[in-house]
């Protein structure tokens, strides 16, 4: 394991490493061993105040470069990311609990953000529109929001930043970033990359502390124009109400309570496999990952057994060890509402066919089994909030239309998924889904060149894809009067 110092200044405040003001700190650790990694700064309101007013100030110069001199930067520190990627891997495996090769997997991905939006930096076009009148001109010109705040979660600490941050920078924009008070250390590398490929001072910031008082300071600062959150839906409608004060924009990124629906005429293997990796991938807590497994009666029994030896082939551990498909799940609260989902489903008649239990493997972290319910009704916790966890339910329906409606029935959208092997049905299922995103024979829709977002209670936005860069943007109308 890489060695860390055993404090780090982790406030990143016009160019300047820093510790903050009061001298506190917040420990970071390791949530497979429980031991202490390091501890990092912890920022309050002060230090965010001072964040804002560098970014404020450095907005004029980098809103000024061509989109090519900003590109350059991106495209450089897309380089530097590929370059350390093993490196990176490996801390975020540390300080998160994925096995190392989801974490690989995360760094491409966190990479590939940076090279897409190094790329769409130039182009970032606008319109000339056709005049009903003589002697006028009429333009739209996009223009960056200005302050962009940025907050993250814990676990895609490394992706969930690079998909925020280079749109922002691509657009014009400077940053205040937030990561999650679990995950800071993957955060502090990616300034650092910023940093070694010559972003200006004051760009980017980073905020590491007090999520509260942070918050606060970043919703009471009319200079922020912009907030760009991915996390809980209860935090998101909190942004979004003092977001209010002074109508800022928002993208969201919330909670997602995602079906996957087996159909009789699907590949049962590879629905099979794909519902192993969408449901135990980052051992559940994934916010596109399956809450809820429908399958056609008529199939119910084969899926179920193909579904359950490939469970029951998964090998808890640390996430380092080579062979280790699950890691442990973030911090104590997680597996305790693991373990009260999965308490609520049995006390009201769920049946445990797998799992249902700590995981052991010999460390101390926070393990879970992965496990599979039968007999689960939508009373049920498990059935109508995020578990967040190692576990999923299985329930039977008749026909497509049933399918469609149990599918739809939660507050949620973000994503869905679908097996058949039926082109039409494909076609008109995947319609009728009320989420933003519909995976077909796919549970892996998360790229940087498509747009990722939710519907309903899932958020507001786009990330990825030339939409996510038009979050960062205004479009102004410009009408010209001109003597013909
Ligand atoms: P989770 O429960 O999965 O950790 P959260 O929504 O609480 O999800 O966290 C996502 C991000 O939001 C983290 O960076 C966290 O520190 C931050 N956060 C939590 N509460 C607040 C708040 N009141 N104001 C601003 N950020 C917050």
């Given at each position: 394991m890489a060695s860390f110092p055993e404090k780090i200044s982790s406030l990143y405040i016009d160019g300047e490493w820093q510790e903050a003001l009061s001298g506190k700190t917040q420990s970071v650790f390791n949530p497979a061993t429980l031991e202490k990694i390091t501890d990092v700064s912890f920022g309050e309101k002060k230090e965010t105040q001072k964040a804002i007013q560098s970014a404020s100030s450095a907005f004029s110069e980098w809103s000024s470069m061509t989109a090519r001199e900003r590109s350059q930067i991106l495209y450089r520190a897309y380089q530097l990311m590929a370059e350390d990627a093993d490196r990176l891997a490996d801390m975020l495996t540390t300080e998160q609990g994925k096995p190392l090769k989801e974490a690989k997997g995360e760094i491409q991905s966190a990479a590939s953000f940076l090279l897409w939006y190094a790329e769409e930096a130039n182009r970032l076009y606008g319109e000339w529109i056709p005049s009903s009148k003589r002697g006028k001109r009429l333009l739209v010109i996009p223009q960056p929001v200005g302050v962009v705040a940025a907050i993250t979660p814990w676990n895609f600490p490394s992706s969930m930043i690079t998909r925020k941050v280079a749109p922002a920078l691509a657009a014009g924009c400077t940053v205040v970033l937030k990561p999650a008070p679990e995950t800071p250390l993957s955060a502090i590398e990616i300034v650092k990359i910023f940093e070694k490929a010559g972003?200006?001072?004051?760009v980017l910031n980073l905020v590491t502390g007090d999520a509260k008082a942070i918050g606060e300071t970043l919703l009471s600062?009319?200079?922020?124009?912009l907030i760009t959150f991915t996390g809980s839906t209860e935090v998101g409608k909190y942004l979004m109400r003092e977001s209010a004060q002074h109508v800022k924009k928002l993208s969201l990124e919330l909670g997602g309570h995602a079906p996957i629906v087996v159909f009789e005429d699907a590949d049962l293997d590879l629905a099979a496999d794909l519902a192993l990796a969408s449901k135990f991938r980052n051992s559940g807590q994934?916010?596109?990952?399956?809450?809820r497994l429908f399958v056609q009666e008529s199939v119910h029994q084969d899926f179920s057994e193909k579904l359950l030896e490939r469970v029951k082939s998964l090998k808890i551990g640390y996430?380092?060890?080579?062979?280790?498909d699950i890691g442990p799940l973030i911090n104590k609260q997680a597996l305790e509402k693991v373990e009260s989902h999965l308490q609520d489903a049995v006390s009201k008649g769920a049946k445990v066919l797998y799992g249902g239990s700590k995981g052991e493997c010999g460390l101390q972290g926070y393990f879970f089994k992965p496990t599979v319910l039968a007999?689960?009704?939508?009373?049920?916790r498990v059935m109508y909030e995020e578990t967040f966890g190692p576990v999923i339910p299985v329930q039977t329906f008749q026909t497509e239309d049933e399918a469609i409606e149990r599918a739809n029935d939660t507050d949620y959208g973000l994503a869905s998924y679908i097996f058949t092997e039926n082109l039409n049905r494909a076609y008109r299922v995947m319609e009728k889904l009320e989420y933003g995103i519909v995976g077909v024979n796919d549970v892996l829709p998360a790229t940087a060149e498509a747009p990722f977002g939710g519907v309903k209670q899932s958020g507001i936005g786009k990330e990825g894809?030339?939409?996510?860069?038009?979050?960062?943007?205004e479009m102004k109308y410009v009408s010209i009067k001109i003597k013909e």
């Open positions: 972003l200006p001072k004051g600062d009319k200079n922020v124009r994934t916010c596109i990952c399956a809450n996430g380092k060890d080579e062979g280790t007999n689960v009704n939508n009373d049920m894809g030339h939409h996510g860069i038009h979050e960062f943007v």
